[in-house]
Nanobody
Framework: QVQLVESGGGLVQAGGSLRLSCAAS????????MGWFRQAPGKEREFVAS????????YYADSVKGRFTVSRANAKNTVSLQMNSLKPEDTAVYYC????????????WGQGTQVTVSS
């Protein structure tokens, strides 16, 4: 069983930056691909970014490409999402998730952290 705890959310003005972190416990972190997702009010949850086990590969949604950067520190069992040039449409609850088998199916989720971008 893997537990995930996100932190770093908050209120920021458009154009500002935030850095989200996700701390994992209860599993072998270095063997998992990790992902970030978000869900805005009234919308479905959507993919934001993912990173492979050894950080060799990272993928981004088109809407955040060039503004967000995903990284991980396997020695600390953490994955981070640096968010720059934030826009009001980035407002959402952000979740980190574990892809245990590297298949794109995420089987453990954190409780989320709220990001609000004011215009």
């Amino acid at each position: 069983q893997v537990q995930l705890v996100e932190s770093g959310g908050g209120l920021v003005q458009a154009g500002g930056s935030l850095r989200l972190s996700c701390a994992a416990s209860g599993g072998t972190f270095s063997s998992y691909s990790m992902g970030w997702f978000r869900q805005a009010p009234g919308k479905e949850r959507e993919f934001v970014a993912s990173i492979s086990r050894n950080a060799g590969y990272a993928y981004y949604a088109d809407s955040v490409k060039g503004r967000f950067t995903v990284s991980r520190a396997n020695a600390k069992n953490t994955v981070s999402l640096q968010m720059n040039s934030l826009k009001p449409e980035d407002t959402a609850v952000y979740y980190c998730a574990v892809d245990s088998y590297g298949t794109g199916g995420y089987d453990y989720w954190g409780q989320g952290t709220q990001v609000t971008v004011s215009s």
